[in-house]
């Protein structure tokens, strides 16, 4: 049986990695381009623009934000991530998609019931500040070494569950427009053939489209409002109790749960993200963000494993600068960008989410239970699934921090066999 030893520590590894080689340059991106990878930016830019805001929507609505405090929210988080994801992208060489933290937007929403929106963004300026500094400090990656590949991996799948299940249950709800797209991405993965010429998710995303068009469920409420955005800037009200209550959790958030997924979707795809670099930036990005009143910066794992998705691991970049250039359009026409996207049923958000994470999906399983840690990693998705809630802070984490311990307690064998190879 093989077994998945825990990230070792390399003393030689420095501070801030270094990309190991040359920026691609326009040539580069020219060459390395191709429609199989702006697809997968383009799938992963639907996917960051039609759910993740439908949250900002909501949790903003009940909040009590402004229509104008709620476009100057989505127009930072796309800007601040589409910006980042190009520059990382291009420097590495390698997909490193960055958009927001969901779960992050989820934690504001009772916050705003008590505190005013000043008092979140004042908070928002102090995570990113935290942020920074354990990026500095080096502390993110020396957590992240420490804890086993596949326990990572099964927090990855718990998360990403869900979008399995969501396109079943679309298929049963809306078999117009959900069945088309399912039957589309198998004969396309099924006739190579038929899919180097259209690929099966991009086939899915255009079948799905025509079925919403022609079945009239594409609805527009209230026509198409004011296109261009405009920023708004909200003077931040230090509060200790939003400090305390927001901070912490949101720091977490961003660099255990949200970029642990992200590097371990990246690393299973064979890349090697910076860990610390990007905890770094990702902090002076949440800064900039929060200017906007938007949320922290994160390196997303549902993006990252659409960007992904397919084609050759050296290219991959393109697809994730594809999906930084359509942040930033997004980021300038977020109000009618918006209302478009919610005007499609949900039904083709899910389906095409759903079909386009299967392989990251499969690939999370497998390292999480090919070989050792396997108890670990079965109680961590177990916590994952579960929505286990503590002091604001959600069951990923807690389904790391719980199967974590169980390594340590129940599969010493396992370490101290990773140890010895």
């Known amino acids: 049986m093989t077994t998945t030893p825990p990230v070792a520590k390399d003393e030689k590894t420095p501070l801030f990695e270094r990309p190991g080689v040359r920026p691609a340059s326009p040539r580069d991106i020219v060459r390395d381009s191709g429609i199989g990878y702006a697809s997968n930016g383009l799938i992963g830019m639907i996917f960051a623009a039609s759910g993740p805001v439908a949250i900002i929507l909501g949790v903003g609505a009940q909040g009590g934000l402004s229509s104008a405090e709620l476009a100057s929210w989505i127009f930072g988080v796309f800007l601040c991530g589409g910006i980042l994801t190009i520059i990382a992208s291009v420097v590495y060489r390698q997909p490193l998609g960055f958009a927001?933290?969901?779960?992050?937007?989820?934690?504001?929403?009772?916050?705003?019931?008590?505190?005013?929106?000043?008092?979140?963004?004042?908070?928002?300026?102090?995570?990113?500040?935290?942020?920074?500094?354990?990026?500095?400090?080096?502390?993110?990656?020396?957590?992240?070494?420490?804890?086993?590949?596949?326990?990572?991996?099964?927090m990855v799948a718990g998360v990403f569950l869900r979008f399995g299940t969501d396109l079943i249950t679309s298929v049963e709800e809306n078999a117009v427009v959900a069945a088309p797209m399912v039957i589309t991405f198998v004969l396309l993965t099924a006739i190579p053939r038929l899919g180097k010429f259209l690929p099966p998710v991009l086939g899915a995303l255009v079948v799905g489209a025509i079925a919403v068009a022609l079945s009239g469920q594409f609805q527009l409420e209230g026509g198409v409002p004011t296109w261009f955005a405009a920023p708004v800037w909200t003077a931040p009200v230090w509060s200790v109790g939003a400090m305390l209550e927001l901070v912490v959790p949101l720091a977490i958030t961003v660099l255990v749960v949200q970029n642990g997924q992200g590097v371990a979707v990246l690393q299973a795809a064979g890349h090697k993200p910076p860990v610390?670099?990007?905890?770094?930036?990702?902090?002076?990005?949440?800064?900039v963000a929060a200017a906007f009143g938007a949320v922290a910066t994160c390196l997303t794992g549902p993006t990252n494993a659409l960007l992904t998705a397919s084609g050759e691991k050296r290219r991959q970049y393109t697809a994730a600068i594809?999906?930084?250039i359509l942040s930033i359009l997004f980021a300038l026409f977020a109000p009618g960008f918006t209302t478009l996207m919610l005007a499609?049923?949900?039904?083709?958000?899910?389906?095409?989410?759903?079909?386009?994470?299967?392989?990251?999906?499969?690939?999370?399983?497998?390292?999480?239970?090919?070989?050792?840690?396997?108890?670990?990693?079965?109680?961590?998705?177990?916590?994952?699934?579960?929505g286990l809630t503590i002091f604001n802070i959600g069951a990923a984490f807690w389904g790391i921090v719980i199967g974590y311990i169980v390594s340590?307690?129940?599969?010493r064998d396992d370490y101290r066999k990773g140890l010895a190879g």
């Open 100 to 154: 927001f933290t969901i779960p992050g937007v989820v934690l504001v929403g009772p916050a705003l019931g008590h505190l005013t929106w000043p008092e979140v963004i004042g908070a928002f300026f102090v995570t990113a500040l935290l942020i920074l500094v354990l990026g500095v400090t080096g502390l993110v990656r020396k957590v992240m070494a420490a804890i086993p590949m596949p326990i990572v991996m099964a």
């Open 276 to 287: 610390n670099v990007t905890a770094v930036a990702c902090g002076v990005s949440s800064g």
């Open 344 to 386: 499609a049923p949900p039904a083709y958000i899910l389906s095409l989410g759903g079909i386009a994470m299967l392989r990251a999906l499969q690939q999370a399983f497998v390292t999480s239970f090919r070989g050792a840690f396997t108890l670990s990693a079965l109680i961590t998705f177990v916590v994952t699934i579960s």
């Open 322 to 324: 594809a999906f930084g």
């Open 408 to 411: 340590r307690l129940m599969e």
